[in-house]
């Protein structure tokens, strides 16, 4: 056998071989396995085309053009292969199992302290409120001492806490910013001002250490606690309903003089008590009150000439009323389900 019939001969061999092995390929990894080893650098095919050389010179031109065939033929074929085990394994991928249940898709949702404080302001921006925002690393000046309440003052003790500096404080409230509008503004002067703060209060069912709270503010000549009940009284009933039952009790505040605490019948239980109003039947809603003539000496306001109202409520616990929710815990879920129950369709 000559030269040439022995190259022609093994070509052969590698055709048969290869081809069967391309076409049995059961898997992407396997069939690269066989491309190796039939087009790898160092496969026996590209040995005997770089070995044409050793051939005659007039058996090297028709010795090349059947071993390029031959490799045309391998490639064709495993290209082939390839998109076979490719359109199989996509195929796997989207196949359906119709015997489950359909999911239904999930929709984003606003939380519920989102839709509410939006709801609050909106009312309020009826009364002529404007949205306000300010820093919620605040310092001490504007957290405590520019609202009347020395750092000394049992009163800052209760929230005297979170501490970034030493005089910069995580906001305890959301009052300060009341402070900075006052500083940048002449009266007249009415602000919502949403926004997280920070205290040292229980996980419970009605509280939480960091917590959504709304103030408001109201400055101008001639305004009296009968302007102050009026507002409020008119919150309670456009956003709870008419039916529901205010109620206003002294208390105190730094910042405020007189002081009240606003509580509201609880709509959970309709007074017959609950977890959510400690079996009271109220809820409480906010504290407010009329603010203090120092607070506006300390912001330049002239304190015999303007008076105002102040109030601040935690979203939380007005949402808990809106929705029936019986554990503040909950709006700190992650769990969707929970959510999904505010999706708008």
């Given at each position: 056998?000559?030269a040439?019939?022995?190259?022609?001969?093994t070509?052969r061999?590698?055709?048969?071989?290869?081809?069967?092995a391309?076409?049995t390929a059961?898997?992407?990894?396997e069939?690269?396995?066989?491309?190796v080893e039939?087009?790898?650098?160092k496969?026996?095919?590209?040995?005997?085309?770089r070995?044409?050389?050793e051939?005659p010179h007039?058996q090297?031109?028709?010795?090349g053009a059947?071993?390029?065939?031959?490799?045309?033929g391998?490639?064709?074929?495993?290209e082939?292969?390839?998109?076979d085990?490719?359109?199989?394994?996509?195929?796997?991928?989207?196949?359906?199992?119709a015997?489950?249940?359909g999911?239904?898709?999930?929709r984003?949702?606003?939380?519920p302290?989102?839709l509410?404080?939006?709801?609050i302001?909106?009312?309020f921006?009826e009364?002529g409120?404007?949205?306000?925002?300010?820093?919620?690393?605040e310092?001490?000046?504007?957290n405590?001492?520019?609202?009347?309440?020395?750092?000394?003052?049992?009163a800052?003790?209760?929230?005297d806490?979170f501490?970034?500096d030493?005089?910069i404080?995580l906001r305890t409230h959301t009052s300060p910013v009341?402070a900075r509008?006052?500083?940048q503004?002449p009266?007249p002067?009415r602000?919502?001002?949403?926004g997280?703060?920070f205290?040292?209060?229980?996980?419970?069912?009605s509280?939480?250490p960091?917590?959504?709270?709304?103030e408001?503010l109201?400055?101008?000549?001639?305004?009296?606690f009968?302007d102050?009940?009026?507002?409020?009284?008119?919150?309670?009933?456009?956003?709870?309903g008419?039916?529901?039952?205010?109620?206003?009790?002294?208390?105190?505040?730094?910042?405020?003089?007189p002081?009240?605490?606003v509580?509201?019948?609880?709509?959970?239980?309709?007074?017959?008590g609950c977890?959510a109003?400690?079996?009271?039947?109220w809820?409480?809603?906010?504290g407010?009150?009329m603010?203090?003539?120092?607070?506006?000496?300390?912001v330049?306001?002239d304190?015999?000439?303007y008076?105002?109202?102040?109030?601040?409520?935690?979203v939380?616990r007005i949402?808990?009323?809106?929705?029936?929710?019986?554990?503040i815990?909950?709006l700190?879920?992650?769990?969707?389900r929970?959510?999904?129950?505010?999706a708008?369709?």
């Open positions: 056998m000559s040439m019939d022995d190259y022609l001969a070509l061999e590698l055709e048969e071989t290869g081809s069967a391309i076409r059961a898997d992407p990894d069939l690269e396995r066989v491309r039939y087009l790898g650098r496969a026996r095919l590209t040995q005997l085309l070995g044409i050389g051939l007039e090297r031109r028709p010795a059947e071993a390029n065939r031959v490799k045309r391998l490639l064709e074929l495993l082939a292969r390839a998109a085990l490719a359109a199989g394994v996509a195929a796997a991928a989207v196949e359906i199992d015997t489950l249940p999911r239904e898709r999930w984003g949702a606003r939380h302290c989102t509410v404080t939006d709801e302001c909106e009312i921006k009364l409120f404007l949205r306000a925002r300010g820093p919620e690393a310092t001490t000046w504007y405590f001492m520019a609202l009347n309440t020395p750092l000394d003052h049992p800052a003790d209760e929230q806490t501490y970034l030493r005089d404080v009341q509008v006052m500083e503004w009266p002067v602000v919502v001002v949403p997280v703060v205290r040292r209060d229980p996980f419970d069912a509280h939480a960091a917590f959504e709270q709304l408001g109201a400055v101008d000549e001639g305004i009296s009968v102050f009940k009026a507002s409020i009284e008119y919150f309670v009933h456009r956003f709870f008419a039916d529901v039952v205010t109620r206003f009790r002294p208390s105190f505040f730094p910042f405020t003089e002081s009240a605490e509580d509201v019948s609880c709509t959970i239980c309709h007074g017959t977890s109003c400690k079996g009271t039947g809820i409480e809603i906010m407010a009150g603010v203090h003539p120092a607070v506006f000496d300390n330049g306001y304190s015999e000439r008076t105002g109202f102040a109030f601040g409520m935690g939380g949402a808990m009323q809106r929705y029936r929710i019986p554990d815990r909950l700190y879920e992650s769990d969707i929970f959510l999904a129950q505010f708008r369709a």
